[in-house]
Nanobody
Framework: QVRLVESGGGLVQPGGSLILSCVAS????????MGWYRQPPGKQRETVAT??PGVDAVRGRFTISRDNTKNMVYLQMNSLKPEDTAVYYC?????????WGQGTQVTVSS
């Protein structure tokens, strides 16, 4: 049984940073695409960042990285804006047909 558990969400001020973590069980993430998606209030789910197998990190304002030895994936979020407020979901295996965590709330507000 595949299980994804996100952590690290919370309230942060605009311009701040936050790190989300996702631990997977039931699959070795090393061979899978991993991703972070989010659903802002009242809007549809959207892609935040994805990372293919064999890549350690994809860098940007939001950096996704993986630690295959721990079966974990991370999302480093910098320069956060109020519009980044959303429930953030970890995904294993792609948006279509993949597995999802329960989500973690990120709220950017002063």
């Amino acid at each position: 049984q595949v299980r994804l558990v996100e952590s690290g969400g919370g309230l942060v001020q605009p311009g701040g940073s936050l790190i989300l973590s996702c631990v997977a069980s039931g699959r070795n993430i090393e061979i899978y695409e991993m991703g972070w998606y989010r659903q802002p209030p009242g809007k549809q789910r959207e892609t935040v960042a994805t990372i293919p197998p064999g890549v350690d990190a994809v860098r940007g304002r939001f950096t996704i990285s993986r630690d295959n030895t721990k079966n974990m994936v991370y999302l480093q979020m910098n320069s956060l804006k109020p519009e980044d407020t959303a429930v953030y979901y970890c995904n294993l295996g792609g948006e279509r047909g993949g597995y999802w965590g329960q989500g973690t709330q990120v709220t950017v507000s002063s």
